[in-house]
Each structure stands twice: as structure tokens, then as C-alpha cells.
């Protein structure tokens, strides 16, 4: 591999997006340092670095399925970037995932695909979970239906 490659991947491993993100960084011959970050959550700095290098708001990164975004009133717009990463604090899994840094940069891999974009090349074909073929026997992305 002629460039180094230093991924981080932000994982819940009881996500199916997540687990597919992190099996494509695998699938292209990087070994990610993965955080598990229900267990270990990022700092509020952290989190507000990686999202102005990703180019995300706070809110963009909200996750409202399974997690107590509505108990929490969260989806009202008059709340500041401070209040919604108070809220991140109290509880991780508001922070959608995987977010992934590498080389070429920081982005939130939903679709688990975007992850392609922060890679080298695929070493083979990839499937993910649900069956949808991503990436074919000779490392190239398949076109999406």
C-alpha cells in the first residue's frame, strides 16, 4: 500500500451501518483503531473538531431512532450547538455513527459506502450485511439501484 493509513472509526458494534463501515475499512488492508463510543465518548472538544472537519453541524449528527432525542425535546431549532452537546454528554447515543477519520478526511458513513471515499482501494468484493453488493471481486465499486 503506497500510502499510510491511519483510520479511526467511532463504532457501536450493535450497529448494522457501523459494522459494515468498519468491514470496508478492513476490506481495503487497514487495520482501524476502533472506539467504541457508547463505552469511551468523545470529549465535546473532540466532537466539535471532527464535525468543523467533516463540515457537519451538531445537529447533523443527531441520531433520533432508539435513543431519547424526542424525550428530550431536541428536535426544537431554538437549541444552541452547547445545549445539543450537553445533551451528547448526558447521553453518547445521540451521536449518530460511524464517523470516520483517515487521511482524507472526516465524514459520518451514512451510507456505510461513504467510508469508500476516505479508503485506499478494496482488496476484493464486499457484501454488506443485508445482501447489497458494494464493492465487486476486483476492488471497484458496483453501482448503486
Do not use: W
Not at 35 to 45: C, G, V
Not at 52 to 80: I, K, N, Q, S
Amino acid at each position: 500500500m503506497p500510502e499510510a493509513f491511519d483510520v479511526v472509526v467511532y463504532h457501536n458494534p450493535a450497529c448494522g451501518t457501523s459494522r459494515n463501515t468498519l468491514a470496508m475499512i478492513r476490506n481495503a488492508g487497514v487495520e482501524p483503531h476502533v472506539i467504541e463510543y457508547l463505552k469511551t465518548p468523545p470529549s465535546r472538544s473532540l466532537i466539535r473538531q471532527l464535525l468543523a472537519r467533516a463540515g457537519l453541524t451538531v445537529r447533523a449528527v443527531l441520531r433520533e431512532t432508539g435513543t431519547p432525542y424526542a424525550a428530550l425535546g431536541l428536535g426544537d431549532p431554538a437549541l444552541t450547538d452547547d445545549q445539543l452537546l450537553d445533551a451528547i454528554e448526558a447521553h453518547p447515543v445521540l451521536l449518530n455513527r460511524p464517523l470516520v477519520v483517515s487521511p482524507r478526511g472526516v465524514r459520518l458513513c451514512r451510507p456505510s459506502e461513504a467510508v469508500l471515499d476516505l479508503l485506499p482501494a478494496q482488496q476484493g468484493a464486499f457484501v454488506k450485511e443485508d445482501g447489497a453488493r458494494v464493492v465487486d471481486e476486483r476492488g471497484r465499486r458496483v453501482g448503486t439501484a
